[in-house]
């Protein structure tokens, strides 16, 4: 049995959460591969390493040395040193790492420096040996991640590795620098190293229990969701559930590796398994709705006109008018005389929207267009609604109940998800309606 862990920023923030650290590892041997964050925060007023580090660069370029907040950086590790009485002396890694970053004058290699000397730092802890992600990860030169390669290293260079702690959040680049990930990176860091290592499980430690049914601001009594399927999780997790880097499921679902979500600080908390959809049938026992989930602020670009189902190219052209401004739609619903786009209203600002609309009258003549702004967007997600009879009845009951006026409904096609529009001030009257109505 192996097991992949990846310790994220409050697990590492100080002496006390480490212990947790070590108490977690110790207690499971097949706990081999241990990848960590750079140190967050240790109370919510708090910095996260990682943004010291962009200010160090940020430094760097403005005065050419890091000095005044790398002496933060480095207190941030020296003290947590101390406090697990480590003997090794850490003075001239972060005396070389401190000159490189002044030298290199680079973003990604310095940001990268909180993974790596957390690595350092926790692999003395623990006694397990260090791996450096950068002689395992690579990136192609368009920046995607160069998989094949990547997990030939992984698995070459663990190989034999009894116990080894791995920085997470970076990588090499085509170039031959460090490159990072987007933010919360380390997540894909721990699934590429179990895809790497063939793990078992890949459990992925943080300070919540687990994905909750919904957003908890607005549902205080919100459930933990105890299996999840990675289509599930893809679902909610674009729609703005934030447990987990949205990126990570990717390298583990090719090999089919569950992820635990666990809580470092209450390690006796089942969390929430992701697995892949074949293993949930057999277990998905009487749950209909996995989870919701929304986003507010969408636009709606309503297009009405008589027999478009009969005109050739309609729906090209409209599109095309939005990809030639560089936009992204996240929603089609289509009539038989009309069709709507769904864009985030952040990118129809300054004077976008009109360009468009107008630009749709030119194209393809229609016969009505309307917009309508405000719009969130929620999500009912869970394959449990494939096999019953009367969820959408259920959902719009509840709806129809609250009084809240739907106006946009978009079921994909894979019954996995219901998407409904609703004005942005209803947004949370929505949400806790849903939940209500199926789990009460
Ligand atoms: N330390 C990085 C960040 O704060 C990456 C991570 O923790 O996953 O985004």
Redesign the pocket.
């Given at each position: 049995m192996i097991k992949v862990c990846k310790f994220?920023?409050t697990s590492m923030a100080n002496a006390e959460s480490l212990r947790k650290v070590k108490s977690i590892i110790d207690a499971d041997a097949s706990r081999k591969y241990i990848v960590v964050?750079?140190p967050?925060k240790r109370e919510k007023a708090d910095i996260?390493?990682?943004?010291l580090l962009y200010k160090c660069f940020d430094e760097v370029m403005e005065t050419g040395s890091c000095e005044k907040t790398f002496k933060i950086v480095r207190k941030r590790f020296t003290d947590i040193a101390e406090d697990l009485n480590l003997t090794k002396d850490f003075t001239e890694i972060f005396d070389e790492t401190e000159r490189q970053i002044n030298e290199n004058k680079d973003a990604d290699f310095t940001?990268s420096r909180?993974?790596y000397l957390s690595a350092i730092l926790t692999a003395e802890y623990l006694g397990a040996k260090f791996v450096d992600s950068f002689d395992l990860i690579r990136f192609d030169s368009k920046g995607r991640l160069n998989e094949e390669y990547t997990n030939d290293k992984v698995r070459n260079k663990l190989d034999g590795v009894e116990f080894a702690v791995i920085p997470?959040?970076y990588g090499k680049g085509a170039n031959g620098k460090v490159k990072?990930?987007?933010?919360?990176?380390?997540?894909i860091?721990g699934s590429i190293i179990a895809r790497g290592v063939k793990a078992d499980l890949y459990e992925n430690w943080t300070d919540v229990s687990g994905f909750l049914v919904c957003d908890p601001r607005i549902v205080p009594e919100a459930k933990t969701i105890k299996q999840l399927t990675y289509k599930e999780l893809r679902e909610l997790s674009y729609m703005g559930a934030s447990v987990l880097?949205s990126e990570a499921i990717f390298p583990v679902m090719k090999s089919r590796i569950p992820i635990n979500i666990k809580n470092t600080f209450k390690p006796e908390d089942a969390g929430t398994m992701i697995v892949p959809s074949e293993y949930h049938l057999e277990n998905a026992g009487e749950t209909v709705i996995t989870g919701i989930a929304g986003k507010k602020d969408f636009s709606v670009i309503f297009i009405e006109k008589s027999l478009m189902n009969a005109e050739v190219g309609f729906i090209r052209k409209v599109l095309s008018v939005v990809e030639h401004h560089g936009l992204c739609v996240e929603h089609v619903p289509s009539g038989i005389d009309t069709l709507s786009l769904l864009i985030e209203s952040e990118q129809l600002k300054d004077g976008v929207l009109t360009d468009i609309v107008n630009e749709i009258r030119e194209n393809v003549n229609p016969d009505y267009v309307h917009v309508i702004e405000n719009v969130s967007l929620i999500a009912t997600v869970g394959h449990g609604m494939a096999r019953r009879s009367g969820t959408a009845a259920k959902l719009f009951t509840a709806l129809a109940n609250a009084g809240i006026n739907i106006k946009m409904i978009d079921q994909g096609s894979s019954e996995l998800n219901i998407i409904i529009g609703v004005a942005n001030s209803d947004y949370e009257k929505c949400i806790r309606a849903i939940y209500d109505a199926f789990e009460e």
């Open positions: 994220g920023g964050s750079a967050g996260k390493v990682t943004d940001a909180g993974e997470g959040f990072t990930f987007s933010r919360g990176g380390s997540d860091t880097h």
